[in-house]
């Protein structure tokens, strides 16, 4: 879970895409699905605040980058299952889905893979509309300036999710609820 300096530069590198550096597939794939121990993110019954669950959204911010790597080498078979290992390990009931969850529930594949793709787009736009026009309704709400920042976030990895897809629909939502809560 770390980043290697080098003197070298990654022949695919496109400094619009936001991802920086190389992931080395092989060496990443034997750390997160093998080595790594993910004790206790599937028990609804441990409770995590918002700085423990900066630690799983760091894991899935990993998978994620590493399902890309496999989907830009062709090899969808490896990023679905590192994608629903990711969901495996981490799901929704017990540790919600965050900004990297569109990126791991990636579409590669058949339609029950993006049925689960649409429905994390769908639990994140559903729960960041609904949240966004709480804190609205509040006379306080600058007090939730944080809260409200990682749902527009959350938003902003739906709509990049959706438009890579190809799914007009969501993505036109998502920029919709996110005009419509943080206007230019």
Do not use: W
């Amino acid at each position: 879970m770390a980043y290697r300096l080098l003197p070298l530069k990654d022949p695919n590198y496109d400094p619009r895409s936001g991802e920086e550096g190389f992931v080395e597939k092989d060496i990443t794939y034997k750390h997160l699905l093998k080595d790594f121990q993910y004790r206790g993110l599937q028990n609804p019954h441990i409770f995590y605040d918002e700085n423990h669950l900066r630690f799983p959204a760091n894991y899935r911010d990993k998978f994620a980058r590493l399902a890309s790597a496999y989907l830009s080498a062709g090899n969808v078979a490896k990023a679905k299952e590192v994608a629903d290992k990711c969901l495996e390990l981490m799901p929704d009931n017990t540790i919600p889905y965050d900004y990297y969850s569109p990126q791991a529930g990636a579409r590669p594949g058949s339609r029950r893979r993006e049925k689960k793709a649409d429905d994390i787009l769908d639990t994140m736009t559903r729960r960041s509309e609904q949240m966004l026009a709480y804190y609205a309704a509040k006379p306080d709400a600058s007090l939730f300036e944080d809260d409200q920042r990682g749902y527009l976030l959350g938003l902003q990895s739906v709509y990049r999710a959706a438009e890579l897809s190809g799914d007009k629909a969501r993505s036109e939502k998502a920029v919709g609820l996110m005009n419509q809560y943080y206007p230019r």
